[in-house]
Nanobody, 126 residues
Framework: QVQLVESGGGLVQAGGSLRLSCAAS????????MGWFRQAPGKECEAVAA????????VHADSVKGRFTISRDNPNNAVYLQMNSLKPEDTAVYYC???????????????????WGQGTQVTVSS
């Protein structure tokens, strides 16, 4: 099974950028479709983006479309989330997750993802 470790979170001013990374180990990374999710205090887990095993297909939530980009680097067992034009409402703990379920262009369903990282905090100040 795959283990996931996120990094790259931090405190940034509104309008700024961050790049989150998720390092995978212990499995065949290129077998997994990957997703990024986030959870703000008092709110439910929200899907941010997903990418298929090859990186050739992606989907982004409407709330981040045009600002965030998911990508992956299979030789280096990593998935990334480039976040630009950050807003205070993007403040949350961000998680990467892995699934062997087929990729879908629908909004990713957290219940379909079996493996999760520990999360990295992103705080956007106004």
């Amino acid at each position: 099974q795959v283990q996931l470790v996120e990094s790259g979170g931090g405190l940034v001013q509104a309008g700024g950028s961050l790049r989150l990374s998720c390092a995978a180990s212990g499995g065949t990374f290129s077998s997994y479709n990957m997703g990024w999710f986030r959870q703000a205090p008092g709110k439910e887990c929200e899907a941010v983006a997903a990418i298929n095993w090859s990186g050739g297909r992606t989907v982004h939530a409407d709330s981040v479309k045009g600002r965030f980009t998911i990508s992956r680097d299979n030789p280096n067992n990593a998935v990334y989330l480039q976040m630009n034009s950050l807003k205070p409402e993007d403040t949350a703990v961000y998680y990467c997750a892995a699934t062997l379920r087929p990729f879908s262009y629908s909004v990713p369903d957290a219940r379909q993802y079996r493996y999760w990282g520990q999360g990295t905090q992103v705080t956007v100040s106004s």
